[in-house]
T-cell receptor
Framework: DQQVKQNSPSLSVQEGRISILNCDYT??????FLWYKKYPAEGPTFLIS?????DKNEDGRFTVFLNKSAKHLSLHIVPSQPGDSAVYFC????????????FGKGITLSVRP | DVKVTQSSRYLVKRTGEKVFLECVQD?????MFWYRQDPGLGLRLIYF???????EKGDIPEGYSVSREKKERFSLILESASTNQTSMYLC????????????????FGEGSRLTVL
C-alpha cells in the first residue's frame, strides 16, 4: 500500500518557467513532509520541508504548499534552471521519535535550456 | 557539515557471496537507515536503527541483515547475494525527531552501487 504517491514519473519544463511537482498521501497521521533532490550516482539531498500545521513554506526559488484536506502537497520551482534537472522525492513522516520517512517513487524533472 | 560515508561506491559480487556495506556518520545521530533505490520504485526502506544494538525491519528486509555495534556505524549485510539485489544502496542518518526541536531530517551518503552477477 503506497502511502506517498508521486503519480507523474516525469516533467519537462522550459528554463525560466515554473516547475510544479505534485505529491499525494493517504495517511492522515503524517505530520511532517520533506522534498529531496537526487542527481545520478549521488545520494539524495534535502531541499525543503513543511510541518502539517502550516500550508506554505518558502526558501528562495523553492516553495512547498500543503493542502491537508486534500492530502496533497506540491513543490514549486520558480524560475526553473537547467541545474534543477534531477529526480525529486516527496517524503512524509508520522508522529513519534522513532517514526521513519516514507518516500514516494520520485519525479524526474528536466529543465530545457 | 554532516558527513555520511559509505565504504564502497561500486561493488561487483557473484551470486551466493556474502556482502558487507558499511556506513559511518560523524554527527552523533541516533537514527540510521538503509534504503535501496531502483528505477520506478523510488526509495525503499530495508532496515533502520534508532540506537546502538537496536534494529527495526523496514519495508523490504528479506535477504538482508544489519549490525549497529557503535553509534556512528551501521552495516548492511547480504548473507547470500542474489541477482535481484543488484541496486543502489543508500545509507542515511538523522537526529531523533524532537531532540532540540529537530525535525528528523535525513542526511544521505553518496550511495553504493552493487551489481550481483
Amino acid at each position: 500500500d503506497q502511502q506517498v504517491k508521486q503519480n507523474s514519473p516525469s516533467l519537462s519544463v522550459q528554463e525560466g518557467r515554473i516547475s510544479i511537482l505534485n505529491c499525494d498521501y493517504t495517511n492522515s497521521m503524517f505530520d511532517y513532509f520533506l522534498w529531496y533532490k537526487k542527481y545520478p550516482a549521488e545520494g539524495p539531498t534535502f531541499l525543503i520541508s513543511i510541518s502539517s500545521i502550516k500550508d506554505k513554506n518558502e526558501d528562495g526559488r523553492f516553495t512547498v504548499f500543503l493542502n491537508k484536506s486534500a492530502k496533497h502537497l506540491s513543490l514549486h520551482i520558480v524560475p526553473s534552471q537547467p541545474g534543477d534537472s534531477a529526480v525529486y522525492f516527496c517524503a512524509a513522516r508520522g508522529h513519534g521519535a522513532n517514526s521513519k520517512l516514507t518516500f514516494g517513487k520520485g519525479i524526474t524533472l528536466s529543465v530545457r535550456p | 557539515d554532516v558527513k555520511v560515508t559509505q565504504s564502497s561506491r561500486y561493488l561487483v559480487k557473484r551470486t551466493g557471496e556474502k556482502v558487507f556495506l558499511e556506513c559511518v556518520q560523524d554527527m552523533d545521530h541516533e537514527n540510521m537507515f538503509w534504503y535501496r533505490q531502483d528505477p520506478g520504485l523510488g526509495l525503499r526502506l530495508i532496515y533502520f536503527s534508532y540506537d546502538v544494538k537496536m534494529k527495526e525491519k523496514g519495508d523490504i528486509p528479506e535477504g538482508y541483515s544489519v549490525s549497529r555495534e557503535k553509534k556512528e556505524r551501521f552495516s548492511l549485510i547480504l548473507e547470500s547475494a542474489s541477482t535481484n539485489q543488484t541496486s543502489m544502496y543508500l545509507c542515511a542518518s538523522s537526529f531523533r525527531p524532537g531532540r532540540d526541536q529537530n525535525t528528523g531530517e535525513l542526511f544521505f551518503g553518496e550511495g553504493s552501487r552493487l551489481t550481483v552477477l
